[in-house]
């Protein structure tokens, strides 16, 4: 564009320039430097217009080497109808001329340039027409006069006149184009002399818009030149487009101009791959012509062309090659008018004799029409024929004189005539009332260009065909376009019929009037198609725009639950009301269902039946008791309270059933009310017992008698009242102050109303519950310490249980009631009841119903004792290490100046019980007796705790200490709930906890990618919440999936573990973690081994990844190769020096002291032996030698508990280090205080804990995060066995947390020992990755990483592994074998190429020939009797009738076409009914003789004479022509493309369009046939001089059995079967008539001559008596 520019600006330059080369002398003159060599046509006048004209349709321009004078362009390819445009502007001339009313007195002249269809001759032609053609002229003083024209008719391209406007423009020269529509030319800033008198492409656009939106087409193609016009096009259709929201774009594609076959080849493809089939072609005939050839030989078809004014009317697409893919074509084309006068000026045009210029257009014009030359060449050819110039015009045919369709033409006519009317309002003018200054008017000897422009501005007239002509303020005539339908006549002519026009109105727009019964439409449908991007969304769906496709391309998506849409395109789904959810289909609202806990559901009746059992149980105990309530158990027991306790769990039980029903305002408040005033009353029975045999037992010692009186019988019942009634009273302010109330829940699931129980107030539910807990809390722990009384108070034992059960219900309620919805909350609390009720009764009562009823032997008092331990060496060195801290830090002087560290170390023997025993013994001191001081002041017996070894330990500690504030600083605790620092505020660890031991495993699962593995963890709270995280974390991370989760037994069983070890056995994971203890792994690996269970992957948790008990010969085969994490090993400088001086003192008898059981363990010796001892227990001395003995205890090369002990002494120590170094008055505490050593708080130890921070001398920082645990780091350790046969656990890496980071992994894996053949990581998969041409479907009831790969069903496809889902081919498309990518259908129907086409085909040819030898013999034999005596004429009309039965038959082999289709069935009907109306005739004739034969029957035979017969045939043939003809014209057969069949195939058949006018044809032809074989068989038994009946009722006979075998056989025949059963019929009834109606005849004729006589025929033989 910039080049374009740069040329108009120098040839702007030039044209100055000749304008500007005035001579010197007097007068001045100008002179022409240069005059163009053009195509040109001149008439003088006293006014000249200019016009342009493409003349020519191609020019060829020197190569411009500029050596010599460059050569004049050179134009050829003559362009007739760019001469008819010229003339026609010399024609109006002429006319203007001739018309007194306009322009009197003044004579028009025209110069009219030839721009040989290039932009650079068009241009110079102009400068040419503004320059003029004096070669000197002079000038006058003023510079005035007529300029050489006084306005431009044309260009004809938008491009040329854009370059000419821009130049002549600038001396405001008037141009009227009457083809350049580019809407850019609309500009009047840039062209403010440029009109035109064809509508803008702006008015095309909005044109070619309305017509899309008429027929619902929101999906087109759009194909452009790439010149102005085409550019300008598509942009101003983009922008309308949009506007309208008449739909988009699926393509956009600039032709080529130099027809660029690789372009072109593109583009076509495009457009067959491409979903719209509506395609619009802004362009001109040529790049149409370069685009049609490429479309031919791709055969693209099934699209609906939109032309352009461009080529709407372009006949040189309207060939025979072009129509079959270009009918139907609808086309914007510039309105037709009408010019009187025109066709006898173009007669009358003859070339001038005396005009011999080569460049004179009438010659040139005369050359061309009559392939002639004035002047030939010195090389002409004999055959070039010499012009004489009286040629007749008339006789030639040309389109030159075709005015039939005169449409650019109307629009010079209509410029020239603004023009001309624009100069003679000009001229027209009264001085002193002119529209310029001081109201001047134009001068016609010194007119000015402007001024024309000013006139012609205003022009406003009616042409002689009707239409108004007027300018806009943009240079725009009114706008109005016709719609031209392009059709191809049956005899192969083209016709562009006029179907509607386009007109603009300012008012109203754009105003479109179509009538669609005249359109042609080039489709088997005969309708418009269908071309949009996406169908519509019907109700219940929603539009969603395809991400990066136009807005018309869209998914339905189906509403969401709870929304619907009731109307088709919804962009929204609209939400139900509240009580309302969305119906399946989602396009309407249903009310919702209701939920609630009922008593006719199977949970509910469960959970009533229970409730039921359980008061019948307690009736049942309650009447045991009471017969044998004077037996000593049921006396020992305090039967008062145990009677009461039945009672209040009668009422628990029943209270539950409060709980089921759909809730009611008094259901819901006494629901709660009466649940904890019953189990209030149980406890507190429990409670009170409980208090009593504490009392009893203290009563039985010596001087404890007193202790009874405090708990006698009213005692008892009154501390029952009391408690109970504190209950009541909660209930009552609950009830009175915000009582619970029925609710309709709709959180818990959108499609159902829940009715549930609110509680109001949430602090009265909170307090009732609170207080059940309290007295439950009470009763457990007064149990708890009375449990290890003598045996005959032992029911202590059986309360501890039975609260321990209530506890751990109630415990376990909370969560589970929390996040259980809706009914299954009440039936959590049932259950929870009930849970509760039956374990207090079961534990309270069972034991004693045993004892009463089944064994009273035993109903005595009776003690029982005894304990087994385990003495744990390595648990002797933990306790060990800490001692040494404690000893280290003593000694050093820097930290604890002046303090001396002490401590106590217990055993907790294992056992939770001990261990908690042992916490609380920690905390309440040794002294048996100590004096509380005023203020209760003082240092605590311990500042802190180094404890425990176990998560559920450590835990129940916690939660007691807790209570005390007192700080717990764990070296082995790992379960992560241990990090809730509400609940554990004062619990530290050094150790890392589960929930990053778990990510770190998650890193290494993921690092070496294995997605199926098996988790076996303890049975405690370790175990359980490393599970519980394990599978959280897997989840979110999407790391893989858990092939099984097994909890290891405590106490070995042997049948679980052997259940585990067979699933581990038959499960496909390869590799399985196990988070337990070593206990677990000796017993678990004992079964391993038993069962040999080989090709194992194991990964080891930090509790037995060290474990050297493991590192066995009999072992290692099976573990070698464990990958496991690790506690961080450290270093003690000192530890062993320190574990070397330990001895027992000989003073010390204690049997619990620690020193002594270790030395009896290591010298298996005994220093008091037992009265049994057998002869090889050794009694110890105290005198052995430790260095002695090969021991574990000393081997310190693998520290690693050890190392967190030593932490956590060290953080202890820094605690209260940095505690006692407070300054006063900058303490942390209130008003800035500090702690003080002699009046110590434990919550102030837990402040400074929190703060700790130092470096060990091992290089280790030791912290605590805000959840008291410390810098997580773990070493990954790799199980080796060496060659000589010891094992070797090396460190291959590590794990670290970091806020920032998250879990950093470092492996070194090639360090790494892996003990399978391979000597390579295992895969450990659950599935394989499924391939192209399948999809993941997950296996029902197990984990996402488990799925089968299922190959994609028939007609879809996946190209992609692991796909989700199959897509579909498209509609023409198939899966392919392997269904990774789409294939062409294949297509059926009966072909001429298959057997059984073969065989039809020969059949039907076999009858055809045999019928035309018939009657070849019949012709012959015509005068003998048997030929004449059987009706010949009717014979040889049924012979032919045969011969198109059997010909019609063709018509159903093949490919279905539209023709093939309508003519098949009328073709056979009307062949059967000639020939069935044939044999009726025959029929009625033969009865007509028979009577006729009979005395006075002769009258009979006139009317069945051969007139009627003809007659008769010709009437019943032509009612069944008539039927097909209806049919045909109202629903006429058509192929179709039915996939139905066979998905996989295409079976191309025929329709038959209305099923009422088949059955009618087929009924008529069977009503004839009926009445045929009727006729013929009540004729059957006339004299055998008449017996051509008799055939005819045999003929006729098999012709309906044929028939009426063919309709069930047709219905269930698919495809071309059915097509073959009609062919098969048609020939099997043509071949039974053919046989039975001539076969005895030709028999007769042919071979037995001499039964063919008159007497033959008509005799008889008879027997005379």
């Given at each position: 564009?910039?080049?374009?520019?740069?040329?108009?600006?120098?040839?702007?330059?030039?044209?100055?320039?000749?304008?500007?080369?005035?001579?010197?002398?007097?007068?001045?003159?100008?002179?022409?430097?240069?005059?163009?060599?053009?195509?040109?046509?001149?008439?003088?006048?006293?006014?000249?217009?200019?016009?342009?004209?493409?003349?020519?349709?191609?020019?060829?321009?020197?190569?411009?080497?500029?050596?010599?004078?460059?050569?004049?362009?050179?134009?050829?390819?003559?362009?007739?109808?760019?001469?008819?445009?010229?003339?026609?502007?010399?024609?109006?001339?002429?006319?203007?001329?001739?018309?007194?009313?306009?322009?009197?007195?003044?004579?028009?002249?025209?110069?009219?340039?030839?721009?040989?269809?290039?932009?650079?001759?068009?241009?110079?032609?102009?400068?040419?027409?503004?320059?003029?053609?004096?070669?000197?002229?002079?000038?006058?003083?003023?510079?005035?006069?007529?300029?050489?024209?006084?306005?431009?008719?044309?260009?004809?391209?938008?491009?040329?006149?854009?370059?000419?406007?821009?130049?002549?423009?600038?001396?405001?020269?008037?141009?009227?184009?009457?083809?350049?529509?580019?809407?850019?030319?609309?500009?009047?800033?840039?062209?403010?002399?440029?009109?035109?008198?064809?509508?803008?492409?702006?008015?095309?656009?909005?044109?070619?818009?309305?017509?899309?939106?008429?027929?619902?087409?929101?999906?087109?193609?759009?194909?452009?030149?790439?010149?102005?016009?085409?550019?300008?096009?598509?942009?101003?259709?983009?922008?309308?487009?949009?506007?309208?929201?008449?739909?988009?774009?699926?393509?956009?594609?600039?032709?080529?101009?130099?027809?660029?076959?690789?372009?072109?080849?593109?583009?076509?493809?495009?457009?067959?791959?491409?979903?719209?089939?509506?395609?619009?072609?802004?362009?001109?005939?040529?790049?149409?012509?370069?685009?049609?050839?490429?479309?031919?030989?791709?055969?693209?078809?099934?699209?609906?062309?939109?032309?352009?004014?461009?080529?709407?009317?372009?006949?040189?697409?309207?060939?025979?090659?072009?129509?079959?893919?270009?009918?139907?074509?609808?086309?914007?084309?510039?309105?037709?008018?009408?010019?009187?006068?025109?066709?006898?000026?173009?007669?009358?045009?003859?070339?001038?004799?005396?005009?011999?210029?080569?460049?004179?257009?009438?010659?040139?014009?005369?050359?061309?029409?009559?392939?002639?030359?004035?002047?030939?060449?010195?090389?002409?050819?004999?055959?070039?024929?010499?012009?004489?110039?009286?040629?007749?015009?008339?006789?030639?045919?040309?389109?030159?004189?075709?005015?039939?369709?005169?449409?650019?033409?109307?629009?010079?006519?209509?410029?020239?005539?603004?023009?001309?009317?624009?100069?003679?309002?000009?001229?027209?003018?009264?001085?002193?009332?002119?529209?310029?200054?001081?109201?001047?008017?134009?001068?016609?000897?010194?007119?000015?260009?402007?001024?024309?422009?000013?006139?012609?501005?205003?022009?406003?007239?009616?042409?002689?065909?009707?239409?108004?002509?007027?300018?806009?303020?943009?240079?725009?005539?009114?706008?109005?376009?016709?719609?031209?339908?392009?059709?191809?006549?049956?005899?192969?002519?083209?016709?562009?019929?006029?179907?509607?026009?386009?007109?603009?109105?300012?008012?109203?727009?754009?105003?479109?009037?179509?009538?669609?019964?005249?359109?042609?439409?080039?489709?088997?449908?005969?309708?418009?198609?269908?071309?949009?991007?996406?169908?519509?969304?019907?109700?219940?769906?929603?539009?969603?725009?395809?991400?990066?496709?136009?807005?018309?391309?869209?998914?339905?998506?189906?509403?969401?639950?709870?929304?619907?849409?009731?109307?088709?395109?919804?962009?929204?789904?609209?939400?139900?009301?509240?009580?309302?959810?969305?119906?399946?289909?989602?396009?309407?609202?249903?009310?919702?269902?209701?939920?609630?806990?009922?008593?006719?559901?199977?949970?509910?009746?469960?959970?009533?039946?229970?409730?039921?059992?359980?008061?019948?149980?307690?009736?049942?105990?309650?009447?045991?008791?009471?017969?044998?309530?004077?037996?000593?158990?049921?006396?020992?027991?305090?039967?008062?309270?145990?009677?009461?306790?039945?009672?209040?769990?009668?009422?628990?039980?029943?209270?539950?059933?409060?709980?089921?029903?759909?809730?009611?305002?008094?259901?819901?408040?006494?629901?709660?009310?009466?649940?904890?005033?019953?189990?209030?009353?149980?406890?507190?029975?429990?409670?009170?017992?409980?208090?009593?045999?504490?009392?009893?037992?203290?009563?039985?010692?010596?001087?404890?008698?007193?202790?009874?009186?405090?708990?006698?019988?009213?005692?008892?019942?009154?501390?029952?009242?009391?408690?109970?009634?504190?209950?009541?009273?909660?209930?009552?302010?609950?009830?009175?102050?915000?009582?619970?109330?029925?609710?309709?829940?709709?959180?818990?699931?959108?499609?159902?109303?829940?009715?549930?129980?609110?509680?109001?107030?949430?602090?009265?539910?909170?307090?009732?519950?609170?207080?059940?807990?309290?007295?439950?809390?009470?009763?457990?722990?007064?149990?708890?310490?009375?449990?290890?009384?003598?045996?005959?108070?032992?029911?202590?034992?059986?309360?501890?249980?039975?609260?321990?059960?209530?506890?751990?219900?109630?415990?376990?309620?909370?969560?589970?009631?929390?996040?259980?919805?809706?009914?299954?909350?009440?039936?959590?609390?049932?259950?929870?009841?009930?849970?509760?009720?039956?374990?207090?009764?079961?534990?309270?009562?069972?034991?004693?119903?045993?004892?009463?009823?089944?064994?009273?032997?035993?109903?005595?008092?009776?003690?029982?004792?005894?304990?087994?331990?385990?003495?744990?060496?390595?648990?002797?060195?933990?306790?060990?290490?800490?001692?040494?801290?404690?000893?280290?830090?003593?000694?050093?002087?820097?930290?604890?100046?002046?303090?001396?560290?002490?401590?106590?170390?217990?055993?907790?023997?294992?056992?939770?019980?001990?261990?908690?025993?042992?916490?609380?013994?920690?905390?309440?001191?040794?002294?048996?007796?100590?004096?509380?001081?005023?203020?209760?002041?003082?240092?605590?017996?311990?500042?802190?705790?180094?404890?425990?070894?176990?998560?559920?330990?450590?835990?129940?500690?916690?939660?007691?200490?807790?209570?005390?504030?007192?700080?717990?600083?764990?070296?082995?605790?790992?379960?992560?709930?241990?990090?809730?620092?509400?609940?554990?505020?004062?619990?530290?660890?050094?150790?890392?906890?589960?929930?990053?031991?778990?990510?770190?495993?998650?890193?290494?699962?993921?690092?070496?990618?294995?997605?199926?593995?098996?988790?076996?963890?303890?049975?405690?709270?370790?175990?359980?919440?490393?599970?519980?995280?394990?599978?959280?974390?897997?989840?979110?991370?999407?790391?893989?999936?858990?092939?099984?989760?097994?909890?290891?037994?405590?106490?070995?069983?042997?049948?679980?573990?052997?259940?585990?070890?067979?699933?581990?056995?038959?499960?496909?994971?390869?590799?399985?973690?196990?988070?337990?203890?070593?206990?677990?792994?000796?017993?678990?690996?004992?079964?391993?081994?038993?069962?040999?269970?080989?090709?194992?992957?194991?990964?080891?948790?930090?509790?037995?990844?060290?474990?050297?008990?493991?590192?066995?010969?009999?072992?290692?085969?099976?573990?070698?190769?464990?990958?496991?994490?690790?506690?961080?090993?450290?270093?003690?400088?000192?530890?062993?020096?320190?574990?070397?001086?330990?001895?027992?003192?000989?003073?010390?008898?204690?049997?619990?002291?620690?020193?002594?059981?270790?030395?009896?363990?290591?010298?298996?010796?005994?220093?008091?032996?037992?009265?049994?001892?057998?002869?090889?227990?050794?009694?110890?001395?105290?005198?052995?030698?430790?260095?002695?003995?090969?021991?574990?205890?000393?081997?310190?090369?693998?520290?690693?508990?050890?190392?967190?002990?030593?932490?956590?002494?060290?953080?202890?120590?820094?605690?209260?280090?940095?505690?006692?170094?407070?300054?006063?008055?900058?303490?942390?505490?209130?008003?800035?205080?500090?702690?003080?050593?002699?009046?110590?708080?434990?919550?102030?130890?837990?402040?400074?804990?929190?703060?700790?921070?130092?470096?060990?001398?091992?290089?280790?920082?030791?912290?605590?995060?805000?959840?008291?645990?410390?810098?997580?780091?773990?070493?990954?350790?790799?199980?080796?066995?060496?060659?000589?046969?010891?094992?070797?656990?090396?460190?291959?890496?590590?794990?670290?947390?970091?806020?920032?980071?998250?879990?950093?992994?470092?492996?070194?894996?090639?360090?790494?020992?892996?003990?399978?053949?391979?000597?390579?990581?295992?895969?450990?998969?659950?599935?394989?990755?499924?391939?192209?041409?399948?999809?993941?479907?997950?296996?029902?009831?197990?984990?996402?990483?488990?799925?089968?790969?299922?190959?994609?069903?028939?007609?879809?496809?996946?190209?992609?592994?692991?796909?989700?889902?199959?897509?579909?081919?498209?509609?023409?498309?198939?899966?392919?074998?392997?269904?990774?990518?789409?294939?062409?259908?294949?297509?059926?129907?009966?072909?001429?190429?298959?057997?059984?086409?073969?065989?039809?085909?020969?059949?039907?040819?076999?009858?055809?020939?045999?019928?035309?030898?018939?009657?070849?013999?019949?012709?012959?034999?015509?005068?003998?009797?048997?030929?004449?005596?059987?009706?010949?004429?009717?014979?040889?009309?049924?012979?032919?009738?045969?011969?198109?039965?059997?010909?019609?038959?063709?018509?159903?082999?093949?490919?279905?076409?539209?023709?093939?289709?309508?003519?098949?069935?009328?073709?056979?009907?009307?062949?059967?009914?000639?020939?069935?109306?044939?044999?009726?005739?025959?029929?009625?004739?033969?009865?007509?003789?028979?009577?006729?034969?009979k005395p006075g029957g002769g009258a009979s035979l006139k009317w069945f004479g051969a007139l009627q017969q003809r007659g008769t045939v010709f009437l019943l043939t032509s009612i069944q022509a008539a039927i097909c003809t209806v049919w045909l014209v109202s629903s006429s057969p058509a192929p179709h493309k039915n996939t139905q069949y066979?998905?996989?195939?295409?079976?191309?058949?025929?329709?038959?369009?209305?099923?009422?006018?088949?059955?009618?044809?087929?009924?008529?032809?069977?009503?004839?046939?009926?009445?045929?074989?009727?006729?013929?068989?009540?004729?059957?038994?006339?004299?055998?001089?008449?017996?051509?009946?008799?055939?005819?009722?045999?003929?006729?006979?098999?012709?309906?059995?044929?028939?009426?075998?063919?309709?069930?056989?047709?219905?269930?025949?698919?495809?071309?079967?059915?097509?073959?059963?009609?062919?098969?019929?048609?020939?099997?009834?043509?071949?039974?008539?053919?046989?039975?109606?001539?076969?005895?005849?030709?028999?007769?004729?042919?071979?037995?001559?001499?039964?063919?006589?008159?007497?033959?025929?008509?005799?008889?033989?008879?027997?005379?008596?």
């Amino acid at each position: 564009m910039l080049g374009f520019l740069k040329a108009c600006f120098l040839i702007s330059l030039f044209f100055f320039y000749l304008l500007s080369s005035c001579s010197s002398s007097l007068p001045p003159s100008c002179n022409l430097q240069k005059e163009f060599l053009l195509n040109e046509m001149h008439k003088p006048g006293d006014v000249v217009l200019g016009g342009l004209f493409e003349l020519h349709l191609t020019s060829v321009l020197d190569e411009g080497t500029f050596t010599s004078e460059p050569q004049q362009p050179h134009c050829s390819d003559f362009n007739i109808l760019g001469f008819r445009h010229a003339m026609t502007m010399a024609f109006a001339v002429e006319e203007i001329n001739k018309n007194a009313n306009l322009l009197p007195n003044v004579t028009l002249g025209y110069s009219l340039y030839d721009n040989c269809g290039g932009l650079l001759i068009g241009l110079s032609a102009a400068i040419s027409l503004a320059s003029g053609r004096e070669e000197q002229f002079v000038l006058q003083q003023n510079c005035s006069g007529i300029p050489p024209v006084i306005g431009i008719v044309g260009e004809m391209y938008s491009t040329f006149s854009i370059a000419i406007s821009d130049v002549l423009g600038l001396y405001k020269m008037p141009i009227v184009s009457y083809y350049a529509t580019c809407s850019c030319l609309s500009d009047q800033q840039r062209f403010p002399t440029f009109f035109r008198t064809i509508p803008s492409d702006a008015f095309q656009v909005r044109a070619m818009i309305q017509i899309l939106k008429y027929f619902g087409w929101t999906w087109v193609g759009l194909l452009i030149s790439g010149d102005d016009y085409g550019l300008h096009v598509a942009q101003s259709f983009q922008s309308d487009l949009l506007q309208s929201g008449g739909g988009c774009l699926a393509y956009l594609e600039v032709l080529p101009w130099e027809g660029d076959q690789n372009e072109l080849r593109r583009i076509v493809e495009l457009m067959k791959t491409s979903t719209a089939r509506v395609v619009m072609v802004f362009a001109n005939k040529f790049r149409m012509i370069q685009l049609m050839k490429e479309v031919v030989r791709q055969n693209l078809t099934g699209l609906q062309w939109i032309a352009s004014e461009a080529w709407s009317a372009a006949s040189v697409l309207q060939t025979p090659v072009l129509m079959p893919y270009l009918r139907g074509t609808l086309g914007i084309a510039i309105r037709r008018g009408e010019i009187p006068g025109l066709m006898d000026f173009l007669l009358q045009i003859h070339p001038e004799e005396t005009d011999n210029k080569q460049t004179n257009m009438v010659r040139q014009y005369w050359e061309y029409v009559f392939q002639c030359k004035f002047k030939p060449t010195e090389k002409a050819e004999s055959s070039e024929t010499k012009c004489t110039g009286q040629e007749q015009i008339n006789n030639v045919e040309t389109e030159f004189l075709d005015l039939s369709n005169l449409r650019p033409e109307y629009n010079i006519y209509k410029a020239v005539y603004a023009l001309a009317y624009a100069l003679h309002n000009m001229l027209q003018c009264e001085p002193g009332r002119g529209p310029f200054s001081r109201n001047s008017c134009a001068n016609q000897k010194s007119l000015e260009l402007w001024q024309m422009v000013h006139y012609l501005t205003a022009v406003n007239f009616t042409t002689s065909f009707g239409d108004q002509v007027s300018f806009d303020e943009n240079g725009d005539a009114i706008p109005i376009y016709d719609i031209m339908n392009w059709q191809w006549l049956p005899d192969g002519r083209t016709e562009v019929v006029n179907v509607g026009d386009v007109k603009g109105s300012e008012s109203k727009g754009e105003e479109l009037l179509l009538h669609e019964d005249k359109i042609f439409w080039n489709f088997e449908s005969k309708k418009p198609p269908r071309s949009v991007c996406s169908e519509s969304c019907p109700a219940g769906t929603r539009m969603a725009r395809k991400k990066g496709q136009p807005v018309c391309c869209y998914d339905c998506v189906p509403c969401p639950e709870g929304k619907i849409s009731n109307q088709s395109n919804s962009l929204e789904c609209k939400s139900c009301p509240s009580d309302f959810w969305s119906s399946p289909q989602r396009d309407h609202c249903v009310l919702k269902k209701t939920e609630f806990l009922s008593y006719n559901e199977p949970l509910g009746i469960c959970l009533t039946t229970s409730s039921l059992l359980g008061t019948f149980i307690c009736v049942v105990i309650l009447g045991v008791f009471i017969h044998h309530r004077q037996t000593p158990m049921v006396r020992a027991n305090n039967s008062e309270l145990s009677f009461l306790l039945l009672v209040s769990l009668k009422f628990c039980f029943l209270c539950s059933l409060l709980f089921i029903g759909q809730p009611r305002l008094w259901t819901c408040q006494l629901r709660h009310a009466a649940f904890g005033i019953s189990f209030v009353l149980c406890v507190s029975c429990i409670l009170v017992k409980t208090v009593v045999v504490v009392a009893v037992f203290k009563a039985s010692k010596p001087g404890g008698g007193a202790s009874l009186k405090w708990f006698g019988a009213v005692q008892q019942r009154g501390t029952v009242f009391l408690l109970t009634s504190i209950q009541a009273a909660i209930c009552t302010v609950w009830l009175v102050s915000s009582s619970p109330a029925p609710h309709k829940n709709t959180q818990y699931h959108k499609d159902k109303i829940v009715y549930e129980c609110v509680v109001g107030s949430k602090v009265g539910f909170a307090v009732l519950f609170g207080y059940i807990g309290l007295l439950a809390l009470l009763s457990f722990l007064l149990a708890f310490l009375a449990r290890n009384l003598p045996d005959n108070f032992n029911e202590a034992k059986l309360i501890t249980f039975s609260m321990l059960i209530f506890c751990a219900v109630w415990v376990a309620f909370v969560p589970a009631y929390i996040n259980s919805p809706g009914k299954y909350a009440d039936a959590v609390e049932v259950f929870a009841i009930l849970a509760s009720s039956f374990g207090l009764l079961m534990a309270l009562f069972g034991p004693k119903c045993y004892i009463i009823l089944l064994r009273p032997e035993r109903n005595t008092k009776k003690a029982i004792m005894g304990r087994k331990t385990n003495f744990d060496i390595l648990g002797f060195r933990h306790a060990m290490t800490m001692a040494f801290a404690v000893e280290e830090i003593n000694k050093n002087a820097n930290l604890l100046p002046n303090v001396t560290l002490g401590y106590s170390l217990y055993d907790n023997c294992g056992g939770l019980l001990l261990g908690l025993s042992a916490a609380i013994s920690l905390a309440s001191g040794r002294e048996e007796q100590f004096v509380l001081q005023q203020n209760c002041s003082g240092i605590p017996p311990v500042i802190g705790i180094v404890g425990e070894t176990y998560s559920t330990f450590s835990i129940a500690i916690s939660n007691v200490l807790g209570l005390y504030k007192m700080p717990i600083v764990s070296y082995y605790a790992t379960c992560s709930c241990l990090s809730d620092q509400q609940r554990f505020p004062t619990f530290f660890r050094t150790i890392p906890s589960d929930a990053f031991q778990v990510r770190a495993m998650i890193q290494i699962l993921k690092y070496f990618g294995w997605t199926w593995v098996g988790l076996l963890i303890s049975g405690d709270d370790y175990g359980l919440h490393v599970a519980q995280s394990f599978q959280s974390d897997l989840l979110h991370s999407g790391g893989g999936c858990l092939a099984y989760l097994e909890v290891l037994p405590w106490e070995g069983d042997q049948n679980e573990l052997r259940r585990i070890v067979e699933l581990m056995k038959t499960s496909t994971a390869r590799v399985v973690m196990v988070f337990a203890h070593e206990i677990h792994m000796i017993q678990l690996m004992k079964e391993v081994v038993r069962q040999n269970l080989t090709g194992l992957q194991w990964i080891a948790s930090e509790a037995w990844s060290a474990a050297s008990v493991l590192q066995t010969p009999v072992l290692m085969p099976y573990l070698r190769g464990t990958l496991g994490i690790a506690i961080r090993r450290g270093e003690i400088p000192g530890l062993m020096d320190f574990l070397l001086q330990i001895h027992p003192e000989e003073t010390d008898n204690n049997q619990t002291d620690m020193v002594r059981q270790y030395w009896e363990y290591v010298f298996q010796c005994k220093f008091k032996p037992t009265e049994k001892a057998e002869s090889s227990e050794t009694k110890c001395t105290g005198q052995e030698q430790i260095n002695n003995v090969e021991t574990e205890f000393l081997d310190l090369s693998n520290l690693r508990p050890e190392y967190n002990i030593y932490k956590a002494v060290y953080a202890l120590a820094y605690a209260l280090h940095n505690m006692l170094q407070c300054e006063p008055g900058r303490g942390p505490f209130s008003r800035n205080s500090c702690a003080n050593q002699k009046s110590l708080e434990l919550w102030q130890m837990v402040h400074y804990l929190t703060a700790v921070n130092f470096t060990t001398s091992f290089g280790d920082q030791v912290s605590f995060d805000e959840n008291g645990d410390a810098i997580p780091i773990y070493d990954i350790m790799n199980w080796q066995w060496l060659p000589d046969g010891r094992t070797e656990v090396v460190n291959v890496g590590d794990v670290k947390g970091s806020e920032s980071k998250g879990e950093e992994l470092l492996l070194h894996e090639d360090k790494i020992f892996w003990n399978f053949e391979s000597k390579k990581p295992p895969r450990s998969v659950c599935s394989e990755s499924c391939p192209a041409g399948t999809r993941m479907a997950r296996k029902k009831g197990q984990p996402v990483c488990c799925y089968d790969c299922v190959p994609c069903p028939e007609g879809k496809i996946s190209n992609q592994s692991n796909s989700l889902e199959c897509k579909s081919c498209p509609s023409d498309f198939w899966s392919s074998p392997q269904r990774d990518h789409c294939v062409l259908k294949k297509t059926e129907f009966l072909s001429y190429n298959e057997p059984l086409g073969i065989c039809l085909t020969t059949s039907s040819l076999l009858g055809t020939f045999i019928c035309v030898v018939i009657l070849g013999v019949f012709i012959h034999h015509r005068q003998t009797p048997m030929v004449r005596a059987n009706n010949s004429e009717l014979s040889f009309l049924l012979l032919v009738s045969l011969k198109f039965c059997f010909l019609c038959s063709l018509l159903f082999i093949g490919q279905p076409r539209l023709w093939t289709c309508q003519l098949r069935h009328a073709a056979f009907g009307i062949s059967f009914v000639l020939c069935v109306s044939c044999i009726l005739v025959k029929t009625v004739v033969v009865v007509a003789v028979f009577k006729a034969s009979k005395p006075g029957g002769g009258a009979s035979l006139k009317w069945f004479g051969a007139l009627q017969q003809r007659g008769t045939v010709f009437l019943l043939t032509s009612i069944q022509a008539a039927i097909c003809t209806v049919w045909l014209v109202s629903s006429s057969p058509a192929p179709h493309k039915n996939t139905q069949y066979h998905k996989d195939k295409i079976v191309h058949e025929c329709v038959v369009g209305s099923t009422v006018g088949f059955a009618v044809l087929l009924g008529y032809v069977g009503l004839l046939a009926l009445l045929s074989f009727l006729l013929a068989f009540l004729a059957r038994n006339l004299p055998d001089n008449f017996n051509e009946a008799k055939l005819i009722t045999f003929s006729m006979l098999i012709f309906c059995a044929v028939w009426v075998a063919f309709v069930p056989a047709y219905i269930n025949s698919p495809g071309k079967y059915a097509d073959a059963v009609e062919v098969f019929a048609i020939l099997a009834s043509s071949f039974g008539l053919l046989m039975a109606l001539f076969g005895p005849k030709c028999y007769i004729i042919l071979l037995r001559p001499e039964r063919n006589t008159k007497k033959a025929i008509m005799g008889r033989k008879t027997n005379k008596t």
